[in-house]
Structure formats: structure tokens, C-alpha cells
Nanobody, 116 residues
């Protein structure tokens, strides 16, 4: 079993920056991919960024050039550095982790609000 706990959400003005962190605990072995999803009001949950254990990253088009995902500690902590934030980035951000064999885990989410 894997537990994911997000932190770092909050209120920020447009153009500002915010850093989200996700700490994984429990059976963290074989944790391949970790990432961040978000769900804005009235929209479906979408992938923001992900990173594998080998360092391969994937970003949504809306995040490219502004957001950076990293693993501060392999299979333990993943961070999302968000810069040049826009009001449309406002959403609940969820940490996600997947093992090599397919098991997936979700955090409870952290709210990011970007004011104009």
C-alpha cells in the first residue's frame, strides 16, 4: 500500500510561483511513475506532468515552459515547480503514483488558487 500526501497549495497572484510537494510512504518499491493531475471547476481531471523512475518527463501543453516536475528523492518525494501562474491554473492538484505492474495511488489533493 502506498500513501501520498500533497502540500504546498495555496493562494497566489497571477505571474507568481508555487511549489507543490508529494510525499510517498508505505510500499514505495517498484514505484515507476509519479505525477500531478489537476481538476478545475467544470472541467475533467487532466494530467499536468509526470516523471518516471528513470527521469523521463511528460508535460501537458499548458504546462510546458512554466512547470517543472522533479523527484527530490527517488520513489519518495515528487515536486512540481509552477511559475508564471495564470488564473486558469486554478484547480485542485492531485498527486498520482503508479507501480511497474499497474497499481495506482492517489493523494487527496491540494487546492491552488491563482488570482488575477
Amino acid at each position: 500500500q502506498v500513501q501520498l500526501v500533497e502540500s504546498g497549495g495555496g493562494l497566489v497572484q497571477a505571474g507568481g510561483s508555487l511549489r507543490l510537494s508529494c510525499a510517498a510512504s508505505g510500499s514505495i518499491s517498484s514505484l515507476n511513475r509519479m505525477g500531478w493531475y489537476r481538476q478545475a471547476p467544470g472541467k475533467q481531471r487532466e494530467l499536468v506532468a509526470s516523471i518516471t523512475s528513470t527521469g523521463t518527463t511528460n508535460y501537458a501543453d499548458s504546462a510546458k515552459g512554466r512547470f517543472t516536475i522533479s523527484r527530490d528523492n527517488p520513489e519518495n518525494t515528487v515536486a512540481l515547480e509552477m511559475n508564471s501562474l495564470k488564473p486558469e491554473d486554478t484547480a485542485v492538484y492531485y498527486c498520482n503514483a503508479a507501480k511497474y505492474f499497474g497499481a495506482e495511488y492517489w493523494g487527496k489533493g491540494t487546492l491552488v488558487t491563482v488570482s488575477s
